[in-house]
């Protein structure tokens, strides 16, 4: 999980349902929303747009981390998810790649960065297209 980050769970009546993390961006004056997980059952139902939505929507709105007003960036390879992102009017589409970066390289600066005792980590090296979105906000509605 994220150093920093604010956890996010969504229920209903209960039930766990999604849940989130994001991290503090404030060199891009911004957040960074990650790990979203939408339960199996609950999946394709809508329910973790919403939920994305509402959590960035709080923290435009200036109640995350220092009261900053930024706005959120999240990354995903899910297709639909693209597509529910690329079609909602809160939502723009910064970017894309056809395929992961290289893991070899992300390993290097864990390493590098860490106490040099982490181990059978790194990020990248998947061939899954990867999209990237900023959230903008419900008054772009």
């Known amino acids: 999980m994220p150093p920093a980050a604010e ?23 911004a957040y960074r929303a990650t790990r979203l ?29 220092k009261g ?10 899910h297709p639909q998810l693209c597509n529910a992102l690329r079609r909602n009017n809160s939502w723009i589409q910064t970017g894309s790649k ?8 992300a390993i290097e600066s864990i390493h590098k960065t ?9 990020y990248g090296g998947h061939f899954r297209a990867i999209q990237a979105f900023k959230y903008l906000g419900s008054e772009k509605d």
């Open 7 to 29: 956890y996010f769970i969504g229920t209903i009546n209960g039930e766990l349902v999604a849940h989130l993390a994001v991290a503090p961006l404030f060199t891009a004056k």
């Open 98 to 105: 056809l395929y992961g970066s290289n893991k070899k390289r």
């Open 114 to 122: 860490g106490s040099g005792q982490i181990t059978g980590c790194g």
């Open 68 to 77: 900053h007003k930024y706005g959120t960036f999240f990354h995903t390879t």
């Open 37 to 65: 997980v939408v339960m199996p059952e609950w999946q394709g139902a809508g329910v973790g747009i919403r939920f994305l939505n509402e959590v960035c929507q709080y923290h435009l709105n200036g109640n995350g981390r």
